[in-house]
């Protein structure tokens, strides 16, 4: 059978497949992609934001230029100097989790799929285009209403 009995318990055969398979699953993997993988991670991005509805975009712009203005804020807010700088991610954090559209990251994203082929130039001046005014929006809205 494959269970080792002692007593009242009994557990799984150490194999030595088993045994094997641990071993690989717990070998060190690298943090970071091979500059090619990473390369065609950053083309699938630009063909998905290259997808994005007009309305989608919009709205995750606006946003964006939300958390942005409420993250520089909260700089502000807080006096500057160390502890505004530690304070100021935030923003960031939030344009990452929420999937938020920043115009700075569409712009690495959309060059890169632009020059690989992979998006064609009017996407990129749409999304450019959208994402900023949309990001400035945002911005202007949040200084509105605080």
Not at 41 to 55: E, Q, T
Not at 135 to 145: E, H, I, K, T
Request: hydrophobic share 50%; glycine share 10%; net charge neutral.
């Amino acid at each position: 059978s494959n269970t080792i009995e002692s007593g009242d318990n009994s557990q799984p055969a150490l194999t030595p497949a088993f045994v094997e398979n641990l071993r690989e699953s717990m070998a060190p993997r690298p943090a970071t992609k091979p500059p090619k993988d990473a390369l065609q991670a950053v083309y699938a991005a630009g063909v998905y934001k290259a997808g994005l509805s007009l309305d989608i975009l919009c709205v995750q712009s606006f946003m964006a230029g939300m958390y942005i203005a409420m993250a520089g804020h909260l700089f502000l807010a807080v006096g500057g100097g160390i502890l505004g700088a530690a304070m100021f991610p935030t923003g960031l954090l939030a344009v990452v989790l929420t999937s938020a559209e920043l115009f700075t990251g569409d712009s690495l994203v959309f060059v890169a799929a632009v020059l690989g082929g992979k998006v064609s130039f009017k996407f990129l001046i749409r999304n450019w285009s959208v994402s900023w005014v949309c990001n400035f929006l945002g911005c202007v809205c949040w200084a509105y209403f605080m």
